[in-house]
């Protein structure tokens, strides 16, 4: 079975911060994706990481995909209020288009 | 804008009544995907469509819940009898099926968010 455990589960900090957050498994994924929930929502994809060690960036935000395709992190500089929200990491299942998601990683970025 | 649209969005109802839920995936996509979310739980899939075909539905208990897609414009999900801890946010998805290694992009519904009494 493959896992994706997020950390930390539940992040306060105050606007203007920087942050990391993190997803790790014990198996190989041939890609990774970050998606964000806002309340009332459903998840929105943010990035599809396909290569070893490859960053991407969006604006503030910067992912990163480990080299042994086992994890990746994501980096958001100057965090804003409206950063708020759920991150989740998902890969793909051995078959079919199925995804696996992480617990996700609830951000909360006050004024 | 296509979007993924649920209905209804909220649904309170008591034990052992039935609920339907329904999905328009986003036109043109293959595959649809049915997910609970819960705080405990996180999200968790329910049921995978590939061409209106069932291909996955292992993560469903399929004594109380039944999904079906009648058409490629509507995708259901029931729940008959419903119970409390049924309780949480049941997410459609959808996306084009792409054949390849890496993982598709899954677009999102807004949700439905059932309490069961």
């Known amino acids: 079975t493959q896992l994706l455990e997020q950390s930390p589960q539940f992040l306060s900090i105050q606007e203007g911060e920087n942050l990391t957050v993190y997803c790790n498994s014990s198996s190989v994924f041939s890609s990774l994706q970050w998606y964000r929930q806002e309340p009332g929502e459903g998840p929105v994809l943010l990035v599809t990481v396909v290569t070893g060690g490859e960053v991407k960036k969006l604006k503030r935000l910067t992912f990163q995909f480990g080299d042994a395709r086992k994890d990746s992190s994501l980096h958001i500089t100057a965090a804003q209020p409206g950063d708020t929200g759920l991150y989740l990491c998902?890969?793909?299942?051995?078959?079919?288009?199925?995804?696996?998601f992480g617990g996700g990683t609830r951000l909360m970025v006050k004024p | 804008d296509a979007r993924v649209t649920q209905t209804p969005r909220h649904k309170v109802t008591e034990m052992g009544q039935e609920v339907t839920m329904r999905c328009q995936p986003i036109l043109g996509h293959n595959t649809v995907f049915w997910y609970r979310q819960t705080m405990m739980q996180g999200l968790e899939l329910l049921a995978y469509f590939r061409n209106r075909a069932p291909l996955d539905d292992s993560g469903m208990p399929k004594d109380r819940f039944s999904a079906e897609m009648p058409d490629a414009t509507l995708a259901t999900l029931k729940i008959q009898p419903s119970e409390p801890r049924d309780s949480a946010v049941y997410f459609c998805a959808s996306g084009l099926g792409k054949t390849s290694v890496h993982a598709d992009t899954q677009y999102f519904g807004p949700g439905t968010r059932l309490t069961v009494l």
């Open positions: 998902a890969g793909p299942r051995h078959a079919g288009n199925m995804l696996t």
